[in-house]
């Protein structure tokens, strides 16, 4: 069987009697086409089956009406939700959306700008891997503009969207120490990237105001696998063992904030076999407020990342580029930052009330002078400890 022919603007000029340029006007909606010969284009269009070329009309008007979009994990909720909301803002301005994935890997990294620069997209919306940043130098002097978003790149003077985690972590910090915690432990993503060195910042400047000296062991970093069953690199059972550690020398004043929810999850289980209750022996504090964050027990308390806001006007800041941007001269006007609010949730694992004395609340707790606090009975498990047998919650939010 013969195909059958696609439907052309000519073959829709001639059954109308009009001209190739009255028929490409009115498909595009101009406002030099009444209303009445739109709605006749548009009718034959359709009994025709029209469709139209993007890649002719592509290279008529010489851009792809594309936007290239590379993401390190595109399974971590934050970048689901940020994927999400770039699609939906792009597709209102007319681009499609190329997604790439890096995994993280500079070597993907490099590959993907060397693809994105021969597809010839119109501007790229980047979270980088945080180590090179020649790649993104070609691509942005070759004449395609091209924004960070959420993670910054050291030597690279390009535009950042993202999220402000040194306020993030400040804010959390500060819950921390009005619920009176005094010994403070921050439990970190083990990666050299600008939302984790932020997130350490912030911790520390807020100690640092307070008079309270900060050790190195007070900042623990999880180490950041790859696994073959899961393309996440977190997993509770890591900072599950860094919570059992904490958990032998933890009491009244102590207090945890995470880098993510995930691992406030592996901590949570750490305290509770260990006989800690949260807050009143030990206050939690998690990042990026996934799902599961408010089912846990007690509710986490945990700062929601700004996903949509990052991605709408991360696309906004790129079609500005765009719009001002001539092969070979690059950016133009300097480089902006745009860091936006996160939300600190306060639920009942940190409210930045002073928790009761644990002596006062129960005749057989143990001295709350005393650094050591006794294991709990194995044949009374804590009702607030997750159960094993539970199928693994999704990814958090994170970096």
Known sequence: MTPRRRATLRDIAAALDLSVNTVSRALAGKDAVSEETRERVRREADRLGYVPNTMARSLVLQNAMTIGLVITNPSNPFYARLISAIEERGRVHGYSLMLMVTEDSVDNERRVAEELMRWGVDGVLAVPVQHGAEHWERLRKSGTPVVLVNRDLPGMEADLVGVDYYDSARRATELLLAGGARELYLVEEDLDISPVAERVRGFRAVLDEHGIAVRDDQIIKVPTRRRESSSQPWDPVDSYAIGRRLAGHAGPGSAVLAG???FALGVYRA??????????????????????????APPLTTVRLPAARVGATAVDRLLERMAAAAPGEGLGGG??????????????????????????SDPASPDPASPHLASPDPASPDPASPDPASPDPAPPESS
């Open 271 to 296: 305290f509770t076999e260990h006989g800690l209750r949260i807050p009143e022996d030990v206050a939690v504090v998690g990042h990026g407020d996934h799902p599961f964050a408010a089912y846990l």
């Open 260 to 262: 993510n929810d995930y």
């Open 335 to 360: 480089a902006q930052t745009t860091l936006l609010p996160a939300e600190l949730i306060v639920r009942a694992s940190a409210t930045g009330r002073p928790a009761r004395s644990p002596a006062s």
